[in-house]
């Protein structure tokens, strides 16, 4: 038994969404986080295995220490939340080739197969507003203060307008553009990007609602014009919310000089996409562009995540 859960990315309002304006984030189904369950019939122990982040973790569940990792609090959160008791010792293999840190949802994307994979093992059915439930848990560890626009894009797998307790729009994206997203490199802690906001959000009220309140602004323009705008008017918006998560103070040098280097390759549109100060960037070309676009990438040897169509999203 293996169970999945997808990746993404954010088009619009990262930061924001956190003080409760609207922003889109889209799902990335090719990079993916697979998570499988087995008994441990050799052990008298609980093991979970990630290898890519060199992780082997033991746990006895009758034994709960403080402190302890994320993906262990995920499994007992939901062994408890469905009180389950007598249960074997398990083996969980994990593998991801989502970029960790790097503003894909790669933690709540882990999360959330685990979530399912416990549902399957113990024959249980959990509702995706269950999932969610679970992995927000898991995400107060990681990020402090979610927004819970990961969670909830990676549970639904689909294309989301949202506002923190308020809004789920499921939106439908048509637009003949690819987006290519592309690693920086920098492994960035969501958390750390986060209270750096706030702390300059309270030095800096005037300066700092006002950009907040403009990124909301353009996911909203984004979510009514995407389908129906030029190709060039969306470029605009892509681009201008970029100035803004760079006046937030959330780019860096380094950044800022592979974005150089991407508009040379022929990027129409470039922003930063997730807490930032590294992680990825998105990048957007028309399809008559992207072949050629590619291989200047690669040329470049930048780092290419992902190509993903904006077409029937
Ligand atoms: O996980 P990341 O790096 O994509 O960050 C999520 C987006 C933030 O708005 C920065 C945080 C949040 O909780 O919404």
């Known amino acids: 038994m293996t169970s999945e859960s997808i990746s993404k990315i954010i088009l619009s309002g990262e930061h924001s969404v956190v003080y409760g304006y609207p922003a889109i984030a889209i799902p990335v189904k ?53 009180k389950l008791k007598n249960i074997p010792n398990m083996i969980f293999d994990i593998y991801s080739d989502i970029p960790i840190a790097s503003g894909m949802g790669s933690g709540a994307s882990i999360s959330t197969s685990i979530i399912k994979e416990l549902s399957c093992f113990f024959d249980i059915k959990v509702t995706k507003e269950e999932i969610y439930e679970l992995v927000m848990e898991t995400e107060k560890i990681y990020h402090g203060n979610p927004s819970g626009i990961d969670p909830m894009v990676i549970v639904h797998e689909k294309p989301i307008f949202y506002i923190k307790n308020k809004t789920l729009d499921f939106i439908n994206i048509n637009k003949n553009l690819f987006v290519v997203i592309i690693d920086t490199g920098i492994r960035s802690s969501t958390k750390k990007v986060v209270d750096y906001v706030r702390e300059q959000l309270n030095l800096y009220p005037n300066k700092y609602n006002k950009l907040l309140s403009d990124l909301g602004i353009i996911s909203s323009k984004i979510k009514d014009l995407i ?87």
């Not at 033991?58 to 402190?67: A, C, H, I, R």
């Not at 990825?280 to 169509?309: C, G, R």
């Open 30 to 82: 090719k990079c993916k986080s697979f998570v499988s369950i087995k008994e441990n019939i050799n052990e008298n122990i609980n093991v979970i295995k990630a290898p890519q982040i060199s992780k082997e973790i033991y746990f006895d569940l009758e034994k709960e220490k403080s402190g302890i990792n994320p993906l262990e609090k995920t499994i007992r959160n939901f062994l408890s939340t469905y």
């Open 227 to 313: 389908n129906n705008c030029s190709n060039e008017e969306f470029f605009d918006l892509i681009n201008e919310n970029h100035k803004l998560l760079k006046e937030l103070g959330i780019s860096n040098n380094e950044i800022e000089e592979l974005i150089e280097k991407v508009k040379e390759c022929g990027a129409d549109a470039i922003k930063i996409s997730g807490a930032g100060k590294g992680g990825v960037i998105i990048t957007f070309v028309t399809p008559d562009k992207i072949e050629k676009y590619l291989n200047n990438l690669q040329e470049k040897n930048l780092k290419l995540v992902e190509a993903i169509s904006l077409n029937l999203l």
